[in-house]
């Protein structure tokens, strides 16, 4: 007899039994494992899928203030030297998305902005603020205008006086406000921005808003058409 065969006859059966299942249980969690990773592994779609999703969440639109909710100003924009140079200079500024620009002041807009008067014969302050007094009604007709007080400033580099406001007016009753007084080379302009009495509160930081966001563009070519001497 074989020394196997002698080997098996002293192995008890139930010594027999427990090493025939453990041969054939411990492959089986190799095996196991690498089903796993299979099944966990993404196909080419999902990945593809999934970089489309992360880069659409990166794509950011720009938007103005005027596509924010909520907004409460928007940009403005206005004309002068016309008589002066061509093509005009230009003026932008950020005034309450109530205000209507080139129509007549109504209670509704709770601010008056604008842009004039004429001021194509002043190339320093002092001519632009008595320009500006003496011709402030074709801003807004009716009522006494006199300045609060007012301080020397620039605009965009300019030379420009900052003047705060108090209007009489025969038809609204007492308006407050502020103009910037501003002098250039080519011409001069006073964008102004007033409110009733009553809406101070609110209104008065929106003025001084417009005020400081005022920019001052000048054409890189430009052809004179006259300077008239004051």
């Known amino acids: 007899m074989s020394k196997l065969s ?15 299942v453990a041969c054939l249980v411990l492959p089986v969690p190799s095996v196991m494992a690498q089903d796993a990773g299979d099944a966990n592994q993404p196909s080419l779609g999902d990945v593809v899928r999934h970089q489309k999703e992360t880069t659409q969440k990166k794509a950011k639109r720009v938007v103005s203030d005027e596509d924010v909710p909520g907004a409460t100003t928007r940009k403005v ?3 002068f ?6 093509p005009n200079l230009m003026i932008y500024g950020k005034a309450p998305v109530s205000v209507r620009m080139n129509v007549p002041y109504t209670p509704e807009q709770k601010a008056f ?24 009604h074709q801003g807004m007709a009716g009522g006494t205008l006199k300045i609060l007080f007012e301080s020397d400033d620039s605009v965009d580099g300019y030379p420009a ?8 007016s025969d038809v609204r ?14 011409s001069s302009v006073a964008p102004t921005c007033m409110y009733l009495e009553k809406d101070t509160t609110e209104m008065q930081p929106a003025c ?4 400081a966001s005022l920019e001052i563009h000048v054409p890189q070519n430009y052809i004179y058409v006259q300077r008239a001497l004051h």
């Open 161 to 168: 006086r900052i003047a705060h406001l108090e209007l009489d």
């Open 6 to 20: 002698k080997s098996r006859e002293k192995m008890s059966p139930r010594k027999i039994f427990l090493l025939t």
């Open 113 to 136: 902005v604008w842009f004039g008067p004429d001021l194509n014969r002043c190339f320093n302050v002092e001519c632009v603020k008595t320009t500006y007094l003496r011709d402030f």
């Open 208 to 211: 001084e808003e417009f005020i």
């Open 77 to 79: 924009r206005g004309d």
């Open 81 to 86: 030297g016309v008589q002066v140079i061509i």
């Open 173 to 186: 009753g007492k308006m407050l406000g502020v103009v910037a007084l501003i002098a250039t080379p080519f």
